[in-house]
């Protein structure tokens, strides 16, 4: 699957940027056909890093949100500015 076509948007709430803080992990509403693999292959070749779990759910609105966690090296804060939604 194209990343471009996985990763829909990055999600930035008061939680998620709690998450994102305490976890390292990024909140990101993607393709509801992507799976787990599909959104970390899209993360890693977007925003060149390395990721250590997906855990996704579909939101009551019907969208599918996922939680990427990435490595220790990489830190989501840096992604997260890079991004402009931080």
Do not use: C, H, W
């Not at 925003?47 to 969208?63: L, Q, R």
């Amino acid at each position: 699957m194209d990343p471009y076509k996985t990763i829909q948007y990055p999600v930035m709430t008061e939680v998620t940027n709690r998450i994102l803080e305490s976890e390292n992990k990024l909140v990101f509403v993607v393709n509801k056909m992507a799976t787990k693999n599909d959104i970390k292959v899209a993360v890693e070749e977007l925003y060149d890093v390395a990721v250590d779990k997906v855990t996704s759910m579909i939101t009551p609105e019907g969208e599918k949100k996922a939680f990427v966690k990435l490595s220790p090296e990489y830190k989501a804060v840096d992604i997260a500015i890079k991004l402009g939604i931080l």
